[in-house]
């Protein structure tokens, strides 16, 4: 009761949305700003900026024509939004951050690769040979969207909206601070060489040594970062 209060004091809009997210008042469209005003009791000047708050943390979606219309949950839009904001405050907020997602790869590295299919196994052996293309080709070119791909990809059947939201933020974030154009090319051969092994003990069922790996590859990054 504490929370919907708070919420209440914060934003009307929010609170309708989490009072109707479930049961009879449960529906993917949300009714007209000028209906929920009257129904409300608020201004639609004021529901329209808790609308757009809304929208920036992808609670909801709208289009002309369309109308307001409540999206499937993500986490990941509120990390991403504080946690590039921090970043820009104070760069020791990426290394945090850093920190937690390594801490959350490692906890469910066992529970994902458990739920991969033999599919998913290829994607990441695929995924491996198209950087290594670029590492080897000429020019050299930096397999950043591979990077991230493989490390989502690990973890995407996890069904987790949580460690997928903090991951995906994660990247973002990486990209914020300049690691997706990080040219050390010794760095980023030691790397994709981790990356390799990492998906062949994925593939091979040996998660003991896949998660030894992953560590150890953590620990390069973190070397680098913080040096």
Known sequence: MEFMASCKKSSDFLKYL???SSGEEASERIPPLAQLSGELGVSVSRLREQLAVAKAFGLVDVRSRVGIRRLEYSFAPAVQYSLLYAIKRNHKYFEDFLNLRCHVENAYFAQAVASLTPADHQELHKLVEDAWAKLEGR??????EEHRKLHLAIYRRLENVFVTGILEAYWDAYESVGL????????????????????EAISQGDTEQGLRLLREHFDLLIELIIS
Do not use: C, M, S
């Open 180 to 199: 997706n154009v990080f040219a050390d090319y010794e760095y980023l051969q030691k790397g994709w060489d981790y990356h390799q092994r990492l998906v």
């Open 139 to 144: 020019p050299i070119r930096i397999p950043y």
């Open 18 to 20: 989490i009072e109707t």
